[in-house]
């Protein structure tokens, strides 16, 4: 063969090496079909695990519509609260064709979906109507294809096999030009064409088994749900959470605007109940002896004490030489009585009255009266006993004595506190601003709130910390001694909102979220920091709430538990 020949062979060989190639990437390039799998939004992650259903909310209502077994299911709650709602009346409009609604339970409406068409989309009117309340919604309805799959696997099938059939073509074509361009021997000919052959095999065997020569399934379209509600809480890309209504019901979720106020910032530090010193006693021994009940028995722990009341009898205990000592005083007293008194009576016994006996007279009936309260002083020291009185009235919370017992000078006996004047010591050791008139609720361990009303600041500190003393406003449940939670409110006031107890839950990492209603069927969680308790079953959260989305006050724990 000749230069020129074997120079035209080569540019044809080359040129059809070329295009063969931008064939395939043209091919490859067309095989994507054109869908993004990747930034899908909420609503299309709904779209992919739930039926086909609408949803739509206004001021006072809000409803779910799911197709679920040839039938349209309307779930109807308050937009406020998330309760179920009654109407007397429900009618849907679609497409211009009314249909009266029919009541499955309580916020829960059925009409047939034998007028709703596969693939198109279909305007709604509903007409709410009830005895306190009515509403007016407008919704789309958008339904997929009846068919589903089948339809979009036999399209699939059609394009794939027209690719096949014109790639068939020009590879052919190619391969033509490409033998046409051979030297001339018959038998290089017969070797092209039996590695030819043997390419073609090959690759419909592997295409056959890739599956790029047989329909797949198409998961881009799903078709409509004909079996029972689904239930499963799913979390969307954002971080928020598809609750469909069903399960909303069977959880019991209940929602609530968060109320805007303003309020001081709070520590919550410990405190301790005390009791009012003008209205409280705390009795000691005060000679050392032996204590017995009085007539009756020593009061119960708990009782209520009158003032004035006696306690126990304190007969006092005494040393023996210092009771040889007053026995012999006693005997000497009772000597010098013996005598005083024969005196008395010998000058009594005079006739003749002289002014000197007189005196004398006087004289002696006055030391037999000394002498007679002097022997009745020591008797007492003997055998008498003291009588233990209350000094104010309140009620026994403390009894350290038994019957018999012998107590020493100073020892503590009995405890009394009035129960209607208790006071609770705080210590603060962070400088507190508008220190001279703080507020404090006490928290209780069935989380009430009780207020209390300051009384002063003492002038010392203990330790690093300042105390400050409170009066209970309501102090029947708390006694002396008695350890409690205060809320103290100090400084500047703070914009927030005042919210349910139960609105707060922890999240897996530790975070204290509020779940906000922001859908009918969404949830998303908001980490709030600041939080204090303010009274009884509410708290207050610091920042800013402008929104109006209503925050979940039932069941956010278990939404942070799906979450």
């Not at 299911?73 to 308050?78: A, Q, S, T, V």
């Not at 790639?167 to 190619?174: A, E, F």
């Not at 002396?480 to 839950?505: D, K």
Request: aromatic share 4%.
């Amino acid at each position: 063969m000749s230069r020129e020949n074997a120079g035209r062979c080569l540019g044809r060989t080359l040129m059809a090496l070329a295009v063969t190639a931008l064939l395939l990437l043209g091919c490859s390039a067309s095989a994507h079909n054109g869908v993004d799998h990747g930034g899908d939004s909420a609503a299309a992650q709904i779209h992919r695990v739930s039926e086909p259903r609408f949803s739509v909310r206004s001021e006072t209502s809000e409803v779910v519509g799911i197709l679920n077994n040839g039938a349209l299911e309307l779930f109807i709650d308050d937009a406020l609260t998330n309760a179920p709602l009654d109407y007397t009346l429900v009618q849907v409009e679609v497409d211009g064709s009314p249909f009266d609604a029919e009541r499955v339970d309580k916020g829960r409406y059925r009409i047939p979906a034998a007028t709703l068409t596969a693939g198109r989309t279909h305007h709604l009117i509903l007409t709410l109507l009830g005895d306190s309340r009515q509403d007016l919604l407008a919704a789309t309805f958008q339904l997929p294809s009846a068919t589903g799959i089948e339809e979009v696997t036999a399209s699939r099938t059609i394009r794939e096999w027209v690719a096949v059939l014109v790639i068939t073509l020009v590879v052919g074509l190619v391969l033509w030009l490409i033998r046409s361009g051979l030297p001339g021997r018959r038998m290089l000919r017969l070797s092209f064409d039996l590695v030819v052959a043997t390419g073609i095999a090959i690759g419909v065997v592997m295409g056959s088994e890739t599956g790029f020569l047989k329909p797949g399934p198409q998961r881009d379209i799903e078709p409509m749900a004909t079996g029972p509600l689904q239930l499963q809480i799913t979390r969307l890309s954002d971080g928020s959470l598809f609750v469909p209504k069903p399960t909303q019901r069977k959880l019991g979720i209940r929602t609530m605007l968060p109320v805007p106020t303003r309020q001081r910032g709070s520590l919550l530090l410990p405190g301790k109940v005390l009791a009012d010193p003008s209205t409280s006693a705390n009795l000691k021994a005060a000679l050392s002896g032996v204590v017995s009940p009085p007539p009756g028995g020593f009061p119960k722990p708990g009782a209520t004490i009158a003032k004035a009341q006696v306690l126990a009898h304190l007969t006092p205990a005494i040393a023996p030489a210092e009771r040889a000592s007053k026995e012999a005083e006693l005997a000497f007293i009772e000597r010098d009585i013996y005598l005083t008194g024969k005196q008395l009576k010998r000058l009594e016994s005079q006739t003749v009255m002289q002014q000197d006996n007189s005196i004398l007279l006087d004289i002696r009936r006055a030391e037999l009266v000394g002498l007679q309260k002097k022997r009745k002083a020591l008797r007492k020291l003997f055998d008498a006993s003291v009588e233990i009185r209350a000094p104010v009235a309140g009620r026994l919370s403390g009894m350290h004595i038994t019957a018999g017992q012998t107590v020493s000078q100073g020892e503590p006996l009995f405890e009394i506190f009035d129960p209607r004047h208790l006071w609770v010591e705080v210590i603060a050791y962070d400088d507190l601003r508008q220190a001279d008139s703080p507020t404090a609720h006490i928290r209780t361990a069935d989380d009430e709130s009780v207020p209390l009303e300051f009384i002063g600041t003492p002038g010392n500190r203990q330790g690093l910390g300042q105390a400050y003393l409170f009066g209970i406003a309501d102090p029947a449940s708390f006694a002396p001694g008695e350890m409690v939670e205060v809320n103290l409110f100090h400084g500047e006031s703070l914009t927030g909102v005042a919210i349910s107890a139960q609105a707060l839950s922890l999240t897996a990492r530790g975070d204290t979220v509020v779940w906000t209603h922001i859908g009918p069927e969404r949830f998303a969680p908001k980490v709030v920091d600041a939080v204090s308790r303010p009274v009884r079953q509410e708290r207050f959260i610091a920042g800013d709430w402008s929104g109006r989305e209503p925050a979940v006050t039932r069941g956010a724990a278990l939404l942070s538990a799906a979450h």
